[in-house]
């Protein structure tokens, strides 16, 4: 008899632990799905933000909005992680990252521009 009941608790206790663990993971899937949407958001208002300034073409929209994308998302993990020093540090390195890659997709009037919008936020 003690054999049953303590066969029950264990298959009990295992039961409710797999549902836990099904819960966390279905949480963790859904935080990320939101930074991934919010990066996306992100990235097109940025994009859609530097169309008409710079004068961008349909291939340097994609290049932009896919290098927006990318560095939202970096930093959108980065947020859920990080304390606050590493928060900074990381956007730093990523803004350097920004800069490099904007250099490589804008022509030099574009890239010039950029800077100077750059300066006001």
């Given at each position: 008899m003690k054999k049953n009941i303590?066969?029950?608790?264990?298959?009990?206790?295992?039961?409710?632990?797999?549902?836990?663990?099904?819960?966390?993971?279905?949480?963790?899937?859904?935080?990320?799905?939101?930074?991934?949407?919010?990066?996306?958001?992100?990235?097109?208002?940025?994009?859609?933000?530097?169309?008409r300034p710079l004068g961008l073409n349909d291939k340097q929209q994609e290049q932009v909005y896919s290098l927006f994308e990318k560095t939202e998302e970096k930093m959108g993990r980065a947020g859920t992680e990080a304390d606050a020093k590493q928060l900074e540090a990381k956007q730093a390195k990523i803004d350097q990252y920004i800069m490099s890659k904007m250099k490589e997709i804008l022509n030099e009037e574009q890239y010039n521009k950029y800077l100077e919008l750059v300066k006001d936020f």
């Open positions: 303590l066969l029950i608790a264990a298959a009990t206790f295992l039961f409710l632990g797999n549902q836990s663990m099904t819960a966390q993971t279905k949480i963790k899937k859904e935080t990320q799905s939101a930074v991934i949407q919010k990066s996306n958001i992100n990235a097109k208002e940025k994009t859609m933000n530097l169309i």
